[in-house]
């Protein structure tokens, strides 16, 4: 079995000798590195992209807004992955983000789940039948385990969500309700012991 640091160190020089600079080489290095952790196909997917990338072409988008179409070939996931978290600050302002055609949409996974983390806010990603919820780079809950990921997401929606409680105002109150029986109730030695705290003089 390969170790993480041998899968990170081979997607970084693929990714150089694919045409793309060490810069961003070793962040897709990071990011093959994190898609096999979670259980993703990382290495699969990346190796499939460079083999078609010898022969088709991929749009580089470098400024992302609300709504993104490609003019002609899908989106490249790995400028498109790079864009995203680099301008993951203005995007928290959106609350839906499209793409129409994204290469090997996996690969984009794990910049999104660094970008949750950096604005602390949980992303919603869906395309085609795969959905994904990434949590502040620390998990990921997906319909996709043990799938196939497609070569082209048509449809990529991604939703940044706002934080709130998962439980209701009431079952908080209960909680905290029964929290209360752990409470020290006050005596009159406490209080005497809180009277005279800090009044030793040890010199």
């Not at 590195?33 to 988008?61: A, D, P, Q, T, V």
């Not at 395309?127 to 082209?152: A, M, V, Y």
């Not at 990529?156 to 020290?184: A, G, P």
Request: neutral net charge; proline residues 2%; charged residues 30%.
């Amino acid at each position: 079995m390969k170790s993480l640091s041998e899968i990170e160190t081979t997607s970084k020089r693929a990714s150089k000798a694919a045409g793309f600079s060490w810069g961003i080489a070793e962040e897709v290095g990071k990011s093959v590195r994190f898609l096999e952790l979670f259980g993703f196909e990382g290495i699969k997917n990346l190796n499939e992209y460079y083999k078609s990338k010898s022969n088709k072409k991929f749009e580089k988008l470098n400024l992302i807004s609300e709504n993104n179409r490609s003019v002609k070939f899908p989106f490249c996931p790995i400028i498109l992955g790079v864009s995203f978290l680099d301008q993951i600050k203005n995007l928290e302002k959106f609350d839906k983000i499209l793409f129409n055609k994204v290469s090997y949409p996996i690969l984009i996974l794990p910049f999104l789940s660094r970008s949750s983390e950096i604005i602390g806010k949980k992303i919603h990603l869906k395309f085609d039948q795969s959905e994904f919820l990434l949590n502040f780079n620390i998990k990921i809950s997906s319909n996709l385990f043990d799938q196939d990921c497609p070569s082209i997401g048509n449809n990529i929606e991604i939703n940044i969500l706002e934080n709130k409680d998962n439980f209701s105002n009431q079952d908080w109150k209960s909680l905290y309700k029964i929290s209360e029986e752990t409470f020290v109730e006050e005596t009159d030695s406490l209080k005497q012991k809180a009277a005279g705290a800090g009044l030793t003089d040890n010199d």
